[in-house]
Protein backbone atom coordinates (compact mmCIF):
# COMPACT_ATOMS: atom_id res chain seq x y z
CA UNK A 1 0.00 0.00 0.00
CA UNK A 2 1.29 3.39 -0.75
CA UNK A 3 0.06 6.71 0.32
CA UNK A 4 0.71 9.72 -1.76
CA UNK A 5 0.41 13.42 -0.89
CA UNK A 6 1.09 16.09 -3.16
CA UNK A 7 2.28 20.42 -2.74
CA UNK A 8 3.65 22.64 -4.37
CA UNK A 9 0.34 23.97 -6.37
CA UNK A 10 -0.29 27.64 -6.71
CA UNK A 11 -0.79 30.94 -8.74
CA UNK A 12 1.60 31.89 -11.49
CA UNK A 13 1.82 34.11 -13.88
CA UNK A 14 2.36 32.56 -17.60
CA UNK A 15 6.13 31.84 -18.54
CA UNK A 16 6.63 31.16 -14.84
CA UNK A 17 7.56 27.97 -13.10
CA UNK A 18 6.99 25.79 -10.57
CA UNK A 19 7.92 22.63 -8.24
CA UNK A 20 5.30 20.24 -7.16
CA UNK A 21 6.37 17.34 -4.95
CA UNK A 22 4.73 14.33 -4.06
CA UNK A 23 5.71 12.23 -0.66
CA UNK A 24 4.36 9.16 -0.47
CA UNK A 25 4.33 6.32 2.46
CA UNK A 26 4.76 2.79 2.16
CA UNK A 27 7.47 0.34 2.43
CA UNK A 28 7.78 -0.20 -1.26
CA UNK A 29 7.63 3.53 -2.67
CA UNK A 30 11.44 2.71 -4.25
CA UNK A 31 9.81 -0.35 -6.13
CA UNK A 32 7.24 1.58 -8.00
CA UNK A 33 7.38 3.69 -11.11
CA UNK A 34 6.03 6.78 -10.73
CA UNK A 35 4.42 9.81 -12.45
CA UNK A 36 2.41 12.86 -13.06
CA UNK A 37 -1.24 13.64 -14.13
CA UNK A 38 -3.39 16.28 -14.74
CA UNK A 39 -7.00 17.43 -15.20
CA UNK A 40 -8.64 20.08 -16.09
CA UNK A 41 -12.18 21.37 -15.67
CA UNK A 42 -14.62 19.19 -17.87
CA UNK A 43 -11.57 17.24 -19.35
CA UNK A 44 -10.67 13.10 -18.98
CA UNK A 45 -7.00 12.94 -16.92
CA UNK A 46 -4.51 13.55 -18.76
CA UNK A 47 -0.80 11.49 -18.53
CA UNK A 48 2.10 13.59 -18.36
CA UNK A 49 5.35 12.19 -17.32
CA UNK A 50 6.54 9.14 -15.65
CA UNK A 51 9.84 7.78 -13.83
CA UNK A 52 11.11 3.78 -12.68
CA UNK A 53 12.21 3.46 -9.82
CA UNK A 54 16.25 4.30 -10.51
CA UNK A 55 15.45 7.45 -11.75
CA UNK A 56 17.39 6.04 -15.15
CA UNK A 57 14.08 6.52 -17.61
CA UNK A 58 11.39 8.76 -18.04
CA UNK A 59 8.57 9.19 -20.43
CA UNK A 60 6.63 11.78 -21.25
CA UNK A 61 3.82 13.46 -22.92
CA UNK A 62 4.42 15.79 -25.95
CA UNK A 63 2.27 18.21 -24.35
CA UNK A 64 4.96 18.75 -21.65
CA UNK A 65 8.55 17.49 -23.24
CA UNK A 66 10.92 20.00 -23.08
CA UNK A 67 9.34 22.16 -20.55
CA UNK A 68 8.18 19.70 -17.42
CA UNK A 69 11.09 17.64 -15.64
CA UNK A 70 10.45 14.80 -13.58
CA UNK A 71 13.15 13.61 -10.83
CA UNK A 72 12.72 11.44 -7.45
CA UNK A 73 14.79 11.06 -4.52
CA UNK A 74 14.13 7.86 -3.20
CA UNK A 75 15.40 8.50 0.08
CA UNK A 76 13.02 11.03 0.87
CA UNK A 77 10.21 9.03 -0.94
CA UNK A 78 10.01 11.81 -3.05
CA UNK A 79 8.66 12.24 -6.55
CA UNK A 80 9.19 16.02 -8.34
CA UNK A 81 7.93 17.88 -11.05
CA UNK A 82 9.66 21.07 -12.26
CA UNK A 83 7.54 22.91 -14.32
CA UNK A 84 8.99 25.63 -16.53
CA UNK A 85 7.14 28.06 -19.39
CA UNK A 86 3.61 27.82 -17.73
CA UNK A 87 1.26 28.20 -19.96
CA UNK A 88 -2.56 29.12 -19.07
CA UNK A 89 -3.55 25.51 -20.29
CA UNK A 90 -1.07 24.25 -18.11
CA UNK A 91 -4.56 24.88 -15.48
CA UNK A 92 -5.90 21.65 -13.79
CA UNK A 93 -5.48 19.92 -11.36
CA UNK A 94 -1.94 17.88 -10.70
CA UNK A 95 -2.13 14.15 -9.33
CA UNK A 96 0.86 12.17 -8.09
CA UNK A 97 0.40 8.13 -8.90
CA UNK A 98 2.38 5.29 -8.29
CA UNK A 99 1.75 2.05 -11.07
CA UNK A 100 3.40 0.49 -13.59
CA UNK A 101 4.89 1.64 -16.92
CA UNK A 102 2.93 -0.02 -19.91
CA UNK A 103 2.26 0.99 -23.94
CA UNK A 104 3.63 2.43 -26.88
CA UNK A 105 3.91 5.63 -26.58
CA UNK A 106 5.02 4.53 -22.76
CA UNK A 107 2.90 5.76 -20.06
CA UNK A 108 2.00 4.83 -16.36
CA UNK A 109 -0.85 3.03 -15.02
CA UNK A 110 -1.97 3.72 -11.77
CA UNK A 111 -2.38 1.47 -8.62
CA UNK A 112 -1.98 4.60 -6.19
CA UNK A 113 -2.99 8.35 -6.50
CA UNK A 114 -2.71 11.28 -4.87
CA UNK A 115 -5.18 14.00 -3.63
CA UNK A 116 -4.51 16.47 -6.49
CA UNK A 117 -3.02 19.57 -6.36
CA UNK A 118 -4.18 22.93 -7.92
CA UNK A 119 -1.77 24.76 -10.24
CA UNK A 120 -3.48 28.31 -11.59
CA UNK A 121 -1.29 29.85 -14.60
CA UNK A 122 -2.77 33.50 -15.18
CA UNK A 123 -2.22 35.66 -18.38
Known amino acids: QVQLVESGGGLVQAGGSLRLSCVAS????????MGWFRQAPGQEREFLVAIRWSGSSTYYADSVKGRFTISRDNAKNTVYLQMNSLKTEDTAVYYC????????????????WGQGTQVTVSS
Open 97 to 112: AAGTIRGSPASLTANY
Open 26 to 33: GRTFSSYP
